[in-house]
Every structure is written in C-alpha cells, then in structure tokens.
C-alpha cells in the first residue's frame, strides 16, 4: 500500500478485556515499530522487529503487552486483561532499513479503557 | 540513553510571525535528529531530518532547522507562518548505531491565528 495503515482506528475496551491492534506497514520495509503516545506526551518506544524476528521489547510496560510478526510483515500489538492506564495512541512506523532509518508512521489506534 | 527536551509546549502566533521551536537532546554518542509534525486529525509526518553534512537542513513547506553539535540542540525554524501550520510538532533523536529508535520530545502544539 501507499502508507502504513492500522486498523482499528479507534477502541473502546472495558478493564479486563484482551485486545489485539493491527498494523499493515509499507509494503517491503524490513523495520517495524510500535510506539504508544499518551495524552499530551510525545511517542514512546514499545518494541521492534526486524522481519519476523522481535529484536528489543524493552519498552513494553508489562507482560500484559505482546507483540508479533510471524510473516515478517503484519504485526499485530496485544494487550492482555487492559487496565485503564493502558488508554493511549498506539502507533505504528516501518523503515525501510534494517534498524532504522527514516521511520514512516500510521495513523496510530486509540485505544480507551474503561 | 537518549532524551529530548522541547522548551515551549504551546506557542500562539500571528500569520507572519517568524516561528522558533527549541529542541535540545541528551546522548553520547552520534545521532541523528528529526523534526515531525502532526496536523489536526492527521498522522505523524516528516518536517525534516539531518544524518550528517551540512548542519542547516531544510523541510517541507518552509521549515528549516540547524544542529549545533556544541550545544546538542536542532530548533526548528520559518520565517513566515501561515494558518495551516497549525499542528503538533515533534523533535526525535535517533541513535546513529544498532536498532534505532526514535526518542521524541513531549512535542510543542503550534497556533496560528489568521
């Protein structure tokens, strides 16, 4: 595709809920990326891939947070039994580089937790 | 580890006005830097960046930044704002070695009245 996509847009869970947060990045690009953006705070690091292979899950908050990409393309962000800290943007970039390199950005998932 | 401070988080200005937005960073080692912007209902897109070379780099749309090595800074820059650079604007530093993410600034939110 033309961009990096993500779906859904927008998600209201309630505290307790497992949800799974999709991202589509540009087609080729080997980096992926996964950010969350809290309210009135600039994007933090999650987790990246490289391919398939998840190379540094450092920023993920808790063992709640799973991220994958079995295919090396598709990636898909879980979050387990959600808490309402867990409320925020959820974005996602992909480079074409291995490791980095300009970073192409989706429109982001927010995500509420009741 | 790398951190970004941006000074201002809200800056109003007349169409015209001339723009500077402060971004100092915190890191050891070499970097690269970024400037991205989020307009209104839209995603993170790139202002500008700077790899290496001439250290005044210019953006889309006017914007211009210059890094100054000596006092880790890359303030972002236009002589002359127009109503449609009404936004979010985000400074990121990036690592130049390994997996590179991106550490952003808390970002600045931009007003520009007509």
């Known amino acids: 595709g033309a961009g990096v996509s993500q779906s859904p847009r927008y998600k209201v869970a309630k505290r307790g809920q497992d949800v799974a947060l999709r991202c589509d990045p540009i087609?080729?690009?080997?980096?992926l990326f996964w950010y969350q953006q809290a309210l009135g705070q600039g994007p933090e690091f999650l987790t990246y891939?490289?391919?398939?292979?998840?190379?540094?899950k450092s920023g993920l908050p808790s063992d709640r947070f799973f991220a994958e990409r079995p295919e090396g393309s598709v990636s898909t962000l879980k979050i387990q039994r959600t808490q309402q800290e867990d409320s925020a943007v959820y974005l996602c970039?992909?480079?074409?580089?291995?490791?980095?390199?300009?970073?192409?950005f989706g429109p982001g998932t927010r995500l509420t937790v009741l | 580890a790398q951190s970004v401070s941006q000074h201002n988080h809200h800056v109003i200005l007349s169409e015209a006005a001339s723009l500077e937005l402060g971004c100092n960073y915190s890191?050891?080692?070499?970097?690269?830097l970024f400037w991205y912007v989020q307009y209104p209902g839209q995603h993170l897109q790139l202002l500008l960046k700077?790899?290496?070379?001439?250290?005044l780099v210019k953006g889309i749309k006017g914007f211009e930044a210059e890094f100054i090595k000596s006092k880790f800074s890359f303030n972002l820059r236009k002589p002359s704002v127009q109503w449609s650079d009404t936004a979010e604007y985000f400074c990121?530093?990036?690592?130049?070695?390994?997996?590179?993410?991106?550490?952003f600034g808390t970002g600045t939110r931009l007003l520009v009245s007509p």
């Open positions: 890191y050891g080692g070499t970097v690269n």
């Open positions: 990121a530093v990036q690592a130049n070695t390994g997996f590179q993410k991106l550490v």
């Open positions: 970039a992909s480079s074409l580089a291995p490791g980095g390199g300009e970073q192409f």
């Open positions: 891939f490289q391919n398939e292979a998840q190379l540094d």
């Open positions: 087609s080729g690009h080997v980096s």
């Open positions: 700077y790899f290496s070379g001439d250290p």
